[in-house]
């Protein structure tokens, strides 16, 4: 069976966002391929971040996952600090990471203009990432448009690793993006990605009063002045939306009202928030049940723990011996 990996930074709760964008996604691959899930707080801590408030995150991402469909058994989920080989075969890649390139990373550039100081940890950034991904020799990697850099740069990784150590055959698969309709959601501001440190998200956890406090003010086709002027759905925010919430014959209405402006746009949103409560309820419902049983989410984080070590361990094995290193004794 081919494997996947994917990961999720612990920024507390799922968004509609990476839950269309990917979450959705890994939850349908499960049947396909063996699934290697994590939650990555070693990515996590490249930007400052809130010490006293990391666990908690990390632990409720994982709550969220499980709520929105990761089955713990058929797929391996865990957190990325609890595998130490994922540090450890992070620094035997930034032996091959051209420095020019993490230099040239988009997000790398976002995050380092926001910041008086930049770490090495954050230029490092997609060296980890490409370690997460090649630590389990995974073929397919499922994620939203904004990681596609970073998947290309993991391949660059794979092809120089296997062409210094790897000379009879290659060691390291090249992995290959698998991308959903939903590669981009917009944030409720219809100006950027929907991202939780924009504020801009609706959150899997949100109860229905909340949906619709965010729903209500959020931004339409902007060419759309008056309640009486026809609209573009193609150019409202909100239509997209409707298209991943709301049941294909609600969508064609909402179409025809929006051109023929016999709806308004609060009208519109109205069913929307509907369809998203109706969507929603059941994932919030399991995950409060989860909170309720704490110690069988620690169950779930252990096992997938010791799954993962056991791929992992192999791997560096592997590659260890490879790069020409005295073996380790047994201690
Ligand atoms: P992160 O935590 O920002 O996002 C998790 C996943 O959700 C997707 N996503 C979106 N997709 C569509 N529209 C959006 N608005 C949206 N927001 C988020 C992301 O593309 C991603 O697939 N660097 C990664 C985490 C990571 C990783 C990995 C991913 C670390 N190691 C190895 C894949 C493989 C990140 O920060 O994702």
């Known amino acids: 069976m081919h494997r996947v990996f994917s990961g999720i930074q612990p920024s507390g709760e799922l968004h509609i966002g990476n839950w269309l964008g990917a979450v959705q ?36 991402m994982v709550v969220g996952l499980l709520a929105a469909g990761i089955d713990p058994e058929r797929s391996i989920l865990f957190v990325q600090s609890h595998v130490p080989e994922h ?22 550039k976002d995050k380092a203009q926001r910041l008086e100081s930049v770490s090495a940890g954050l230029l490092c950034y997609p060296v980890l990432q490409a370690a997460d991904i090649l630590l389990y020799r995974a073929e397919a990697v499922p994620v939203g448009e904004d990681q596609l850099q970073h998947l290309e740069f993991t391949r660059e990784i794979a092809r120089r690793w296997n062409s210094l150590f790897a000379l009879d055959a290659p060691y390291f698969p090249e992995p290959r993006a698998l991308l959903t309709k939903a590669r981009r959601i917009m944030g409720l501001d219809g100006q950027s990605k929907m991202s939780k440190s924009l504020g801009n998200t609706i959150g899997l956890n949100d109860p ?21 002027d026809p609209g573009t759905p193609e150019d409202c925010n909100l239509y997209d939306l409707h298209r991943y919430f709301s049941p294909p014959d609600a969508v ?3 179409a025809l009202q929006c051109r023929s402006a016999g709806w308004g746009c609060l009208d519109c949103k109205r069913v929307l928030a509907d369809n998203m409560v109706k969507t929603l309820t059941p994932i919030r419902e399991r995950a409060a049940g989860l909170r309720a049983e704490p ?37």
């Not at 396909?32 to 908690?56: E, G, K, S």
């Not at 035997?92 to 990373?105: I, N």
């Open 252 to 254: 064609t209405n909402v």
């Open 25 to 60: 996604n890994w939850v349908a691959l499960q049947d396909q391929y063996q699934c290697v899930y994590c939650v990555v707080d070693l990515h996590a801590i490249t930007f400052p971040y809130q010490p006293a408030a990391l666990a908690a995150r990390t632990r409720e």
């Open 208 to 228: 229905p009063e909340v949906i619709w406090e965010k729903l209500r003010p959020a931004k339409t086709d902007p060419k759309r002045v008056r309640r009486t």
């Open 295 to 331: 110690a069988r989410v620690d169950e779930v984080i252990a096992h997938g723990a010791r799954r993962a070590s056991a791929i992992a361990r192999e791997t560096i094995a592997q590659v260890t011996a490879r790069m020409g290193f005295l073996p380790r004794q047994e201690v």
């Open 87 to 108: 540090a450890e075969l992070q620094w035997l890649f930034t032996t091959v990471a051209p420095l020019g390139e993490l230099e040239r990373m988009t997000q790398f």
